[in-house]
């Protein structure tokens, strides 16, 4: 049975490779881009070594690391046909979360989640230093203070995505992580002679965040580490991804394109948003196909009819969100995508937030049962369809097409002033603010969906003006 994964490396992680790849290295020249420095070479020659000692000389024989603009990445030493393995890794060399010390893992709560438990397994071995059998591979992580994830983004750095969902999401991670270390600070002081005495949650939350970059499920009930998959580079458009061969025990990937001797070969790291990728790996794309808004839809407690649509929107599968008290925030989240055709019917913008505006837009019991009856009559899902009155459907997109500019405006504002943040970092390399590059393109890729979106919904409000023109004139 094999499962497959995306959303697992970080283009700026450095890590080795198996045995085969690295023994090329010594001999086989990429291309300038592709240089070796001196000390990232040795760390090569003695993860090479290392990959030897475990059996990992068959794991690849097509590709070879080195550097890209972007930090370690792996490189074809040959030709390599669409639909070839370029890659495989046998189970021995992945780590899962059950590899820790078995004293740890009888002292952990149940409620400890796999990523804290590898970022344990980092602490650990980390601490063990040279003499830790996975030492080699531990010295090519990303080391303390290297990473960009917007979990480590200073507060006036996170300001500048305070209206991306990327700024609630990092609040919220940032938390998962401060609970996960209290949860497993008692064990740490239980166990110095594993940990050592120096852990603390600034030094967790660089283990957590590093594991983060590169761990993925691959379709089984456990998380796992792939050294070596590390080096691969994400392209938005690649349709490569890690594979998992339960009854082989090992990790595989198949390319998915031709590549020349010498190209730079990559993997998907999944269909991922600059939001995901800026929080979960610590770099964006300049252009980022799969970027992504969170719209906000909910309905007013000054509604007279707010029981009643709630009543409504959950009867048929659309759940609003509950505040920490308890109570129902009578609203929920969507995702809108980029819409690529403004005569098109408005994908990117979800069926299900359409509905939600149209039944916000309801001003009578008979409106919402008229809705409810149509639901049953088809596939039960609400308000799916354009409403019959034309004037009602205007002003369920007149709804939509309010928050799109609003957000429009607020995202405008962002740019502006991360474009003074950024400015100068052109003329000056060594003034470069990475993380403001990274925040300027969440916030330029939100403001391409919505005014993609935006633009829809005004040729969509159009065609209905006219539509009820004509009636009038008729």
Not at 164 to 192: D, N, W
Request: aromatic share 8%; with cysteine.
């Amino acid at each position: 049975m094999a499962g497959v994964w995306g959303g697992t490396w970080s283009r700026v992680r450095c890590i080795g490779g198996p045995s085969a790849v690295c023994a090329s290295l010594r001999t086989h020249v990429v291309s300038p881009v592709a240089q070796v420095h001196a000390e990232v070479q040795q760390d090569q020659s003695e993860f090479v070594t290392w990959l030897q000692g475990r059996g990992e000389d068959d794991a690849c024989s097509a590709l070879t690391v080195g550097m890209s603009t972007h930090g370690r990445a792996l490189f074809a030493t040959r030709p390599i046909e669409a639909g070839e393995r370029v890659l495989r890794v046998s189970g021995n060399l992945i780590i899962t979360p059950d590899k820790l010390p078995m004293e740890v893992l009888e002292l952990l709560p149940k409620g400890v989640s796999e990523w804290a438990r590898l970022a344990l397994f980092l602490l650990a071995e980390q601490h063990i230093g040279q003499a830790s059998e996975w030492a080699p591979y531990i010295r090519c992580l990303p080391p303390y203070g290297s990473l960009h994830s917007t979990v480590f983004w200073k507060k006036e750095e996170m300001e500048m995505v305070r209206y991306s969902s990327v700024h609630r999401e990092t609040l919220q991670r940032k938390a998962v992580i401060g609970a996960e270390f209290a949860s497993v600070l008692p064990v740490l002081q239980q166990c110095p002679h594993i940990f050592g005495d120096q852990v603390t949650h600034a030094s967790f939350k660089h283990a957590y965040a590093t594991e983060g970059c590169h761990v993925g499920n691959c379709g089984l009930q456990w998380l796992m580490q792939v050294p070596f998959v590390d080096f691969f580079n994400h392209d938005a458009e690649c349709q490569a991804l890690l594979s998992y061969d339960e009854e082989k025990a090992c990790a595989e990937v198949v390319a998915d394109r031709n590549y020349a001797a010498g190209a730079q070969v990559f993997i998907s790291y999944g269909r991922l948003p600059n939001t995901i990728l800026a929080l979960d790996f610590g770099f964006t794309l300049p252009f980022n196909p799969h970027d992504q808004v969170e719209v906000w839809m909910g309905l007013s407690r000054r509604d007279p009819l707010r029981k009643s649509k709630l009543s409504l929107l959950h009867t048929h599968g659309m759940p609003t969100l509950l505040h920490t008290d308890g109570s129902d925030s009578g609203g929920n989240s969507f995702h809108i995508r980029e819409v690529k055709s403004v005569i098109g019917r408005g994908k990117g913008i979800p069926h299900a937030l359409r509905a939600f505006a149209r039944v916000l837009c309801a001003t009578s019991t008979h409106e919402l049962t008229e809705l409810g009856a149509e639901a049953g009559r088809h596939d039960g899902r609400l308000a799916r369809r354009p409403l019959k009155s034309c004037s009602k459907e205007t002003q369920a997109m007149n709804l939509l097409l309010a928050r799109f500019e609003s957000l429009i405006h607020q995202h405008s504002i962002a740019a502006l002033q991360i474009a003074e943040a950024c400015r100068g970092t052109k003329q000056s390399p060594a003034k470069k603010k990475p993380n403001a590059e990274m925040a300027s393109d969440v916030v330029a890729g939100e403001l391409r969906v919505l005014y993609s979106a935006a633009a829809w919904i005004r040729h969509h409000y159009t065609s209905i003006s006219v539509l009820t023109t004509s009636h009038a004139v008729v």
